[in-house]
């Protein structure tokens, strides 16, 4: 499902159905989800090939923000000192990506699932997320990846109390998704630092072996070796 | 070196106070230069690029005349007679220029403030619109309705200014009102899936809705949304018809105005 394919191209399921065909001079692009369709005609010179990739969960229905936030169903509390891996799941997007030549060009993104947004922080200088909700999982779940993805999430509280968590925020520039044909899956930290604040932050490598890296539309603006980190402050 | 330095090239002007004169207007040209970069990294984006580019020349022209009542008496130049006349010339330009001169020192005052900035949806004394431009003595707004305004920034700086844009999240509410005898309960609960279904209404803060008061002719349910504000408009615009028909769609409806009239005789019936 997420490896490149040659036009003409067709994909179907009960989610969602994706036709790329050539008609006369050009190529016709159809995406129908969820009672909605998207029809696009792509002028390309050379015959382009069509890939279907994973994409960070923030570009529906418009881009509003690059963070999202993951609410845990039940509020947890962790041991001061203590580092707990958990596994949570999130939201899909996927992207439709023409290739021609050397270059990937994403053309659709779109979701089975219905966007939610939800304000982190305060009115003035808070942050708008894409919302999520999730229970906490301490081994892998099973998932259909065509609605959710898993992400393990190492909590580390570096702090000498107990802290209360409820949830999680994310900056999508730094994610790293990885996919095989079966589920699409993430890493990243939250490392705990005061009762009230917190650091998170992803982790590039896959959650198994074997699994391939997908594409990524939100990149780090400079070059550096740290990925991009969500403080979280105020409410955790 | 010294007897180099101490050479007298003109008057009373040694080489050393031509050096010293140079260095001077070195340091403030360097100067100058660091507020200049700053200024340019501070208002970029707040007010346009012609009214930056003159501000920065500004800049750079205090920086040459401060320079200059510097190196004037080094370079043995006396500068007494020009202070006097400079003194006289800026008591008339200011009486002259009061209005220019308050207008200006509000909108430098306006810029350090930042209530507002280019593109913000504001209302400024009753005036409402977007913020076209903040220049530095007045401030320019286009109404909702394409009018041009012309508002001087002192005017600016000591009305009300309110702006629609600068929190990153803003309510709105409607008052839904049904009849007596349809089960708010059930309308409260229609009306929350309807608003949960949306995806630009907030999580959290999360709606509200509630029986607001109990009216002559309806029960009035109050109905209040939080969006991000780029959204506010269309959800706001979008939303109440939705309700409105989802709620007909069930049974709901909403009455007309109404008055029970009570006969003090009960007429004859044939």
Known sequence: MFELHKIPFKFENKEFSLVVDRIEGRFSYIRECNSELCEKNILSKTTPKVMLSPVEPVNLPKKLTTCFLIEFEKTSIIEPKTTKKIFIKFPMEFGVFIKSKKDYEIIDIFSPLKPKFTLYGDHRIGTICRYSKSKIHSKLPRVNPLYEGIMELNIINHTNNWVEISKSVFNACGMELWHTDKLVSMKATMKIIQEKLAETEFVNAPLKKGMKKSMELYTPNTVSIFTPKFTMSGWL | ?270
Do not use: C
């Open chain 2, 1 to 270: 070196m010294v007897i180099i330095l101490d050479k007298i090239v003109y008057g009373n002007v040694s080489i050393f106070n031509l050096l010293l004169a140079l260095i001077v207007v070195i340091i403030v040209a360097l100067i100058a230069k660091g507020i200049s970069i700053n200024l340019r990294r501070a208002l970029k984006g707040k007010i346009s690029k012609n009214h930056l580019r003159n501000m920065v020349r500004l800049v750079n022209f205090i920086g040459i005349i401060f320079a200059l009542i510097i190196i004037l008496p080094i370079i043995g130049v006396n500068p007494t007679g020009l202070i006097v006349a400079g003194g006289i010339v800026a008591i008339v330009i200011g009486l002259a220029t009061q209005n220019v001169i308050s207008n200006l020192v509000a909108g430098l005052f306006l810029m350090i403030e930042r209530p507002i900035k280019i593109g913000d949806s504001v209302n400024i004394d009753g005036t409402s619109g977007v913020v076209e431009d903040v220049k530095i003595i007045s401030t320019t707004i286009r109404t909702f309705d394409g009018l041009y305004v012309r508002i001087p920034n002192e005017h600016v700086f000591n009305t009300k200014i309110t702006n629609y844009n600068i929190n990153i999240v803003r309510r709105f509410e409607y008052t839904i009102r049904i009849r007596y005898r349809d089960d708010a309960e059930k309308t409260i609960e229609i009306i929350k899936n309807l608003i949960d279904d949306h995806s630009f209404t907030l999580k959290n803060p999360a709606p509200e809705i509630f029986v607001e008061n109990l009216g002559d002719s309806s029960v009035n349910i109050n109905v209040k949304i939080w969006t991000p504000t780029s959204e506010n408009w269309n959800v706001k615009t979008e939303l109440l018809w939705k309700i409105k028909k989802v709620l007909e769609a069930e049974g709901i409806q909403i009455p007309f105005p109404q008055r029970e009239v009570w006969f003090k005789n009960k007429p004859k019936t044939t």
